[in-house]
């Protein structure tokens, strides 16, 4: 069983391979409410998560999830696996204490380092296409032949992570800040170029966005929003903005380029 959270495609990918490879069901995080709980283990079943670094932290979203899940997990093979556009900081070590204090011991964790998705500050945008592709090729082969392969293997201890020279900083401050003053507030929409497609709301993850075919979307400025940029991202029209940190920015989700030659 794999639970993973993915708004651009990143995770959702490396879940997918994984699940192929050790034909475990794939359990997409959102879909889970407080009346519903995963399914029954099967005897011997490896149990993952998969999820985006936000900010050097676990999503909320995912944490949200692991606060809430009931799982005996004993006698299981257990891992997660995380994606980031750079380094991690702390976001394992957050991820293996919210698990431990539901009684989860990750035997295995591993991190990828995928195209950047953020775009919600200064400086901070999409990769170029060389560098887009770099990472891409270099995520396959780390994830076919070193992370698959341990999970497969069921190989305990392994610890492959990325988490830069100022896991600390970047996850207790930085992070922590992101986290505190996130809002849904600055997206809006350019009417003359929304075509009124639905995809944004469809997208979104936490159910923020109302509209849908045929309507603009209007965010409800609840407190669920990620930043997660999943809307902006998938955006056909390329119509979403975030106040005017996204001006002039480009847009990325998994296999965009392939989509658009």
Known sequence: MIFYLSSTGNT????????QATDDELMFIPDFSDTTAPPPLREGERIGFCFPVHAWRPPKLVRQFIEKLQLDTSGHFVYAVCTAG???GEAMDIM??????????????????????YVGLPFFNVDKTELEHKKLEKADLKLHQ????????RREGKT?????????INSRFLGWSFVKYMTDEPFHVSSDRCVKCGICADVCPVHDIEGGLGSEPRWKNLDGCM???????????????FGKLTKDKGQYFFNRRKLKS
């Open 86 to 88: 750079d380094t991690l």
């Open 227 to 241: 930043n997660c940029f999943a809307c902006y991202h998938h955006c056909p029209q390329h119509a979403i903005e």
């Open 146 to 153: 070193e992370i698959i392969a341990d999970i497969v293997a």
């Open 12 to 19: 959702r990918w490396a879940a997918e391979r994984i699940a």
């Open 160 to 168: 492959k992570l990325d988490i830069g020279r100022w896991p600390k």
């Open 96 to 117: 293996r204490q919210d698990l431990a204090k539901k009684g989860i011991t990750l035997d295995a964790a591993y991190s990828l380092l995928m195209p950047n998705t």
